[in-house]
């Protein structure tokens, strides 16, 4: 298994300035991701977490705006930025265990809860 | 392209009562399913997954769910509902490893639970 923590837990920004978010996993993952969670919707992927390599961006999304780093196997940072209130959202972090080829299981983090003004 | 399809946004049970939400999925090789449910204000937490085997799997809180591969179906089922499990309900593909692990989430389907 996986414990995932993210900070921060929730923030409110102004428009125009940038959040960095991070997520800490308690043991080494082979995959790590960030989700978005726009109010009363379903999550959708923003990008792979790659280690030591740019992150692989999911369409829609831009590394301009998201720019995210990974540079262990334990450790990610996404950073929402020029935000606008269409960025409020809840940003997930998940990762998942895999043994081999096999597709053990996929867990989330607490989440981090962003309102924009 | 992969999708996932929860028709129903909400549906409304009285507690005690058997609970059925439906997930249909598009997916050319594989899938593996889960069903997610996400509490106000709190994270996701699995409920079950489905990788292969017995197509009836069991998960937490008394909930199962049934892979039907004819129907390209995941339903989610609980025999009585108790009120604490008013909540959203996510059903989710995952790709697997010729996909990247990554995961497709449905809608989402609210469960209201009336006394």
């Known amino acids: 298994s996986a414990v995932i923590s993210q900070k921060p837990s929730r923030d409110i920004c102004q428009r125009g300035t940038s959040l960095t978010i991070q997520c800490q996993v308690d043991s080494q993952v082979t995959m790590m991701f960030w989700y978005r969670q726009q109010p009363g919707q379903s999550l959708t992927l923003i990008a792979t977490?790659?280690?030591?390599?740019?992150?692989?961006?999911e369409s829609g999304f831009v590394i301009d705006k998201f720019p995210i780093s990974r540079p262990n196997l334990t450790f990610s940072t996404l950073t929402v930025s020029n935000m606008s209130p269409e960025d409020s959202s809840i940003y997930l972090c998940?990762?998942?265990?895999?043994?081999?080829?096999?597709?053990?299981?996929?867990?989330f983090g607490p989440g981090t809860r962003l309102t924009v003004l | 392209a992969q999708s996932v399809t929860q028709p129903d946004i909400h549906i409304t049970v009285s507690e005690g009562a058997s609970l059925e939400l439906r997930c249909n999925y598009s997916?050319?090789?594989?899938?593996?399913l889960f069903w997610y449910v996400q509490s106000p204000g709190q994270g996701l937490q699995l409920l079950l997954k489905?990788?292969?085997?017995?197509?009836l799997v069991q998960g937490i809180k008394g909930f199962e769910a049934e892979f039907k591969r004819s129907q390209s179906s995941f339903n989610l089922r609980k025999p009585s509902v108790h009120w604490s499990d008013a909540a959203e309900y996510f059903c989710a593909v995952g790709r697997g490893p010729t996909g990247g692990f990554k995961t497709i989430f449905g809608a989402g389907t609210r469960l209201f639970v009336k006394a």
């Open positions: 977490a790659n280690q030591g390599s740019e992150a692989t961006y």
């Open positions: 489905y990788f292969s085997g017995d197509t």
């Open positions: 998940s990762v998942v265990v895999a043994g081999g080829i096999s597709y053990n299981e996929q867990f």
């Open positions: 997916y050319g090789a594989t899938p593996y």
